[in-house]
T-cell receptor, first 111, second 111 residues
Framework: DQQVKQNSPSLSVQEGRISILNCDYT??????FLWYKKYPAEGPTFLIS?????DKNEDGRFTVFLNKSAKHLSLHIVPSQPGDSAVYFC??????????FGAGTTVTVRA | NAGVTQTPKFRILKIGQSMTLQCTQD?????MYWYRQDPGMGLKLIYY???????DKGEVPNGYNVSRSTTEDFPLRLELAAPSQTSVYFC??????????FGPGTRLTVT
């Protein structure tokens, strides 16, 4: 039973445009959400997070939005750059330190 | 700091063989985790530890064992390798309930 879902396996975007990645969750106990980025043959690296007490968190080109009532979060990357081409994982946690991951979205930034 | 290191990077096992995947972190993090990632899937938690001497099962613990005798090391043991354990294994650590830092992964094939 997958508690975190990323329904778009892939996303292609032109360099300089906005990338929007979506994530849905089912467990109402989740109170902390993270995005990870992964390049081939490397481990995931932390990108940005948001607590359930907020609805937006911004870090440079990356912004995460949280809609608790819809159990939905999204990651916006503006502007998209070629180095952003990677797999992006959404993850969620409650207070037990364990992360539940989505299946990932592969982003390709076209020149 | 080297962060989280994993050895080996690659391994091929025959069915029924055993092996230990090594994981070491030099950030003095209390929390450590083992995940597996199957193709097209998100990371699934195998085991985790909240401190030296304390371990607990994650989502998919069957066929694996762990120990945590020191803060730095968190080895994962496969006793009787099966083809279903073919996967990429990631170790991670975190200081608190926050972003986890991942190692580069071990690609294991069981034939």
């Amino acid at each position: 039973d997958q508690q975190v879902k990323q329904n778009s396996p892939s996303l292609s975007v032109q360099e300089g445009r906005i990338s929007i990645l979506n994530c849905d969750y089912t467990n109402s106990m989740f109170d902390y959400f993270l995005w990870y980025k992964k390049y081939p043959a490397e481990g995931p690296t932390f990108l940005i997070s948001i607590s359930s007490i907020k609805d937006k968190n911004e870090d440079g080109r990356f912004t995460v939005f949280l809609n608790k009532s819809a159990k939905h979060l999204s990651l916006h990357i503006v502007p998209s750059q070629p180095g952003d081409s990677a797999v992006y994982f959404c993850a969620a946690a409650s207070n037990d330190y364990k992360l539940s991951f989505g299946a990932g979205t592969t982003v390709t930034v076209r020149a | 700091n080297a962060g989280v290191t994993q050895t080996p990077k690659f391994r091929i096992l025959k069915i029924g063989q055993s092996m230990t995947l090594q994981c070491t972190q030099d950030m003095n993090h209390n929390y450590m985790y083992w995940y597996r990632q199957d193709p097209g899937m998100g990371l699934k938690l195998i085991y985790y530890s909240v401190g030296a001497g304390i371990t607990d099962k994650g989502e998919v613990p069957n066929g694996y064992n762990v120990s945590r005798s020191t803060t730095e090391d968190f080895p994962l043991r496969l006793e009787l390798a099966a083809p279903s354990q073919t996967s990429v294994y990631f170790c991670a650590s975190s200081p608190t309930q926050s972003e986890q830092y991942f190692g580069p992964g071990t690609r294991l094939t069981v034939t």
